[in-house]
């Protein structure tokens, strides 16, 4: 079992900006590709970004591309989401996910949530216009 905790959500100007951390326990964090997705009221879960276990690789949803970034580090089992020139539509409850990796499964960072087994409690964003 992979145990997932975000943290760094609340309520930011439109503009602002906010960087969400998840810190993950319970296995080798760097045998997981981790993702991150967000839900707004009365919508889907929708894609984010994902990055690779080695950090290398990473993937945007067009929505973001060029204002959030997500980076890992797994000395400190932890990935992160920058989030820059937050607009109101980013208001959702966001979510950390991970992805188990092997050399012999050879799974890759995805941006289908289905792909992912392990999933956090998700904290709230709220950008005010």
């Known amino acids: 079992q992979v145990q997932l905790v975000e943290s760094g959500g609340g309520l930011v100007q439109a503009g602002g900006s906010l960087r969400l951390s998840c810190v993950a326990s319970?296995?080798?964090?760097?045998?997981?590709?981790m993702g991150w997705f967000r839900q707004a009221p009365g919508k889907e879960r929708e894609f984010v970004d994902a990055?690779?276990?080695?950090?290398?690789?990473?993937y945007y949803a067009d929505s973001v591309k060029g204002r959030f970034t997500i980076s890992r580090d797994n000395a400190k089992n932890t990935v992160y989401l920058q989030m820059k020139s937050l607009k109101p539509e980013d208001t959702a409850v966001y979510y950390c996910?991970?992805?188990?990796?092997?050399?012999?499964?050879?799974?890759?960072?995805?941006?289908?949530?289905?792909?992912?087994?392990?999933w956090g409690q998700g904290t709230q964003v709220t950008v005010s216009s």
């Open positions: 990055i690779s276990w080695s950090g290398v690789v990473t």
């Open positions: 319970g296995r080798t964090f760097s045998n997981y590709h």
């Open positions: 996910a991970a992805r188990y990796f092997s050399g012999s499964n050879g799974y890759t960072a995805s941006q289908l949530s289905g792909e992912y087994d392990y």
